[in-house]
């Protein structure tokens, strides 16, 4: 009996024995070597996916000639939420490309966050401009610099039924009222189209609509108090800019051009509308300048792709301020967020806050950098060389993605559900003392 | 000799004359005209989403942008770009080709793992005396009650932090994440997420199995080995297979496991194709193509193994 237990137990044990040691002995042989950082591998994940991966892996060749370290970026489009879960859990990337300073926030929170290293903190301070710094520095430390950036609060249209209809760019916000009823009262059809349809982030495109005509209506300051919560949303400057979107977005003789009521609105994907501007379906659609993106894999009404360019099938203008000549914008972008501080690390940091990096990603085309020395006109369509031209005047006021920088209960939850019921017909105050029950959660 | 073989076959014959009987009676009380039309029309309507990205991931891409898939009935126009650039592109660091096989390299261990874990297990629980047997079994299957979302923060720094007590190193941890190409977490950690219910429903399967059975063995001397390999696995198999085929489509279908556990040159098909679309979702009708390059190897499965599948769906219902 005694041997038999033996027996028994001696089996498992030397099973677990022999487990352990293999995986003991992977642990042993994936230790790196420090010293060179030649050869090292540098590994970036992000929320970038598609042909904007591509293109960011490939912007990264001229670096990894140079230096000899090897760049790898992997896209995740659950990014957002994948990452807190990888970085509590103690597997962070090396690099991380955050897009919203809400969520960098939340990282830099769980202390597994680098500070910038010095030479990539000096490459800030000389390319970019004080604000772009400041969201990525908590507590006075600098952790994450910025990488490329985006216009939001374009207006895309067709420069040729433009000119068909004799109507020109608006200059003021009462200007673009007057040329929707133009439109209106000419084609007989709703001119405005619009999606907020995009899965689990259903409605950040009415958040930008919000955004851009509080910044417009009440200035950078009241802008300011309400992202950080001392404006709530339930205060009249809000109530104003929400009615003044409603007289566009709830009108049904405005929209939704090419897809139904008001109510379709929810239920269009937020990039299906480049397809109906190219077509001429739908005169007027609000979105940010990555829209061009879109409008690469749609045909015009002759069968072709649309050209991007002031004369061309489709072009966009920065939504008007109240006032012409004011230029109030409302900006995204990226920050490039370390979670190690090796060498390579450090480089690899210190050469995206260059203008080297923003002038190789942005030639490959599609996006803009607020880099203030990269070359706007490296940029890939008229529109886009603009846009970067826009962010690179110093007497241009941006401020960030209001959603992007308020706490994720309310820009990332009860902001995004409140533009959905407002569109499905929720009146307005319920709406923003909804929105502003998202602070208490 | 001779007698024998003949009552054998009279019986035979008579068993299977009545066994005829019973299923015609069975066929006609189930079946009626009404039935079957009624059948025909849901499986119709519940195919035509289906059919519809069958189409679409044959049309060009802005054609997709623009019209509904039925325009192709009056407009036809196809092309297998779709499939060549969802092939070729991927939209991450691996392209979908590689993916498909990172998931093959996923998938097929992650079934096998905790299949010979939950049929020895199922087998102790079932016909094994040990103290605190009940208790144990008990605790088992009050496991899946934890949603995996719980578990993935924990079991992930346990894999890439190890496990320390007061100072005390009791598990160092493995850095295989960092490893290319290294399936190991992933394996784990599906294997983990599965065993509970694994071993509840082979354990009801398995203690159906007559007692008299396994004790008519143990008297000819069979060990529990024996037992196990010559009995409990034939008897089993349906059971067996029908929980291989949940398990592989689980794990195939999987995206949250492998994108938190897998490093990045190993992440499966799954992650590919999500992001397939672009950050814009601008080229989302690569997802068409994508989308049936990656049911291609759940459809064999099914349909290969599709015969245990009925069997062993019921396997251990009766039974709580």
Not at chain 1, 248 to 256: D, E, Q, R, S
Request: hydrophobic share 45%; proline share 5%; glycine share 8%.
């Amino acid at each position: 009996m005694r041997v038999s237990l033996h027996r028994r137990i001696a089996a498992p044990i030397a099973i677990a024995t022999i487990v352990g040691l293999a995986l003991v002995g992977c642990a042993e042989e994936s230790g790196t070597d420090s010293g060179s950082t030649e050869g090292q591998t540098v590994k970036i994940s992000g929320g970038i996916t598609g042909t904007e991966a591509d293109a960011l892996n490939k912007s990264f060749d001229a670096f990894t000639k140079d230096t000899g370290i090897k760049v790898e970026y992997t896209g995740d489009k659950s990014f957002e939420g994948n990452i807190v879960t990888k970085v509590t859990g103690g597997s962070a990337p090396d690099i991380a490309i955050v897009p919203q300073p809400g969520l960098l926030k939340t990282l830099v929170e769980t202390g597994e966050v680098k500070e910038a290293a010095e030479e990539t903190s000096a490459n800030v301070d000389k390319n970019w401009s004080p604000d772009w710094k400041k969201y990525g520095t908590f507590d006075g430390k600098f952790y994450a610099a910025p990488m490329l950036a985006s216009i939001k609060g374009y207006v895309w249209y067709s420069p040729a039924q433009f000119k068909e209809w004799g109507v020109t760019v608006p200059t003021t916000w009462d200007e673009t009222l007057a040329l929707t009823k133009t439109i209106q009262e000419k084609t007989q059809k709703a001119p405005w189209c619009a999606g907020f349809a995009s899965d689990a982030a259903s409605g950040w495109p009415g958040t930008d609509w919000i955004e851009d005509l509080v910044l417009r209506q009440s200035g950078p300051d009241v802008y300011d108090s309400w992202v950080a919560g001392d404006t709530k949303f339930t205060d009249p400057d809000i109530k104003k800019a929400f009615d003044s979107v409603g007289e566009i977005l709830l009108n049904p003789a405005y929209v939704n051009a090419g897809y139904g009521d008001v109510k379709s609105i929810n239920s269009t994907a937020f990039g299906d509308v480049a397809a109906k501007v190219a077509d001429g379906s739908c005169a007027l659609t609000h979105q940010a300048s990555f829209l061009s993106s879109n409008f690469l894999d749609v045909k015009t009404a002759a069968g072709t792709t649309p050209t991007v360019a002031p004369d061309g099938d489709v072009y966009g203008f920065v939504l008007p301020g109240i006032e012409a000549g004011s230029a109030n914008i409302e900006v995204g972008g990226e920050f490039v967020t370390p979670f190690t501080d090796s060498e390579a690390v450090k480089k690899v940091t210190a050469y995206m806050a260059t203008p080297e990096f923003a002038d190789a990603r942005v030639s490959l085309g599609g996006v803009i950098s607020a880099n203030l020395n990269a070359d706007p006109s490296k940029a890939s369509s008229p529109l886009l060389q603009d846009a970067m031209k826009l962010l690179q005047d110093p007497n241009t006021t941006v401020r960030f993605d209001g959603s992007d920088l308020m706490p994720s209960t309310v820009g990332a939850g009860s902001f995004w559900k409140g533009m959905v019921s407002w569109i499905d017909g929720k009146d307005t105050d319920t709406v923003l003392s909804d929105i502003q029950a998202g602070y208490e959660n | 000799m001779t007698t024998d073989t003949l009552v054998d076959n009279r019986s035979k014959r008579q068993v299977a004359r009545a066994t005829q009987k019973s299923e015609k009676m069975a066929q006609k009380r189930l079946t009626s005209r009404g039935a079957t039309i009624a059948a025909i029309i849901i499986a119709v309507i519940w195919t035509i989403p289906t059919f519809g990205l069958f189409v679409t991931s044959f049309r060009p891409g802005s054609d997709t942008q623009s019209t509904g898939w039925w325009t192709v009935f009056v407009n036809p126009s196809f092309t297998l770009d779709n499939y060549s650039q969802a092939l070729n592109s991927g939209g991450t660091a691996l392209t979908l080709g590689q993916s498909f096989i990172n998931s093959l390299g996923i998938t097929i261990p992650a079934t096998v793992f905790p299949l010979v874990i939950a049929s020895l297990a199922a087998y102790a629980f079932a016909w094994i005396d040990f103290k605190f047997k009940n208790i144990v079994f008990v605790g088992v299957f009050a496991l899946q009650i934890v949603p995996i979302q719980m578990a993935l923060v924990p079991l992930l720094s346990l894999f890439s932090k190890g496990l320390t007590v007061n100072g005390v190193g009791i598990f160092p941890g493995f850095e295989l994440r960092d490893a290319e190409h290294s399936f190991a977490t992933v394996w784990i950690a599906h294997a983990i997420f599965a065993l509970p219910l694994a071993i509840f429903m082979l354990h009801n399967f398995i203690s159906e199995i007559p007692g008299e059975v396994i004790e008519a063995a143990r008297v000819d001397g069979a060990g529990h080995g024996q037992i196990f390999f010559r009995i409990v696995l034939p008897l089993a198999t349906p059971a067996i297979a029908s929980f291989a085929i949940f398990q592989f489509l689980w794990v195939w279908n999987d995206l949250l496991v492998a994108t938190i556990f897998a490093p990045s040159t190993s992440l499966p098909l799954t992650q590919t194709l999500n992001s397939l679309s672009g950050t814009w979702g601008n080229q989302w009708f690569l997802q068409s193509a994508g989308a049936f390059i990656s049911i291609i190897v759940p459809l064999v499965v099914f349909f290969s193994l599709q015969r245990f599948f009925v069997r062993g769906l019921l396997a251990g219902a009766t039974k709580g």
